[in-house]
């Protein structure tokens, strides 16, 4: 599939990371392994829809919940929540 010389996939002005790698920063999942367990099982919520897919980008601004813990991707990739 042939794109436009212009676009460049990889040039994304805004941080992003990834739910897999965001569960794991968050203390929420202890490893790669129990992080795709929670969301391939649809724990997950990000912006309060089931989330299955683990290298679902996350934004700044996005809300992630796992049970009754929820945190919100501040500035920067960071994370701030009621934990």
Do not use: P, S
């Given at each position: 599939m042939n794109r436009p010389p212009?676009?460049?996939?990889?040039d994304d002005p805004e941080p992003t990371i990834t739910l897999n790698d965001a569960l794991k920063l968050s203390?929420?999942?202890q490893t790669g392994g129990q992080?795709?367990?929670?969301i391939q099982s649809g724990r997950v919520r990000v912006?309060?829809?089931?989330?299955?897919?683990?290298?679902?980008?996350?934004?700044?601004?996005?809300?992630v919940t796992v049970g009754d813990?929820?945190?919100?991707?501040?500035l920067a990739g960071?994370?701030?929540?009621d934990r």
């Open positions: 212009d676009t460049d996939r990889f203390g929420l999942a992080a795709k367990l929670m912006n309060g829809e089931v989330e299955t897919r683990r290298k679902r980008k996350l934004r700044e601004g996005d809300t813990e929820t945190f919100v991707l501040g960071e994370l701030e929540g």
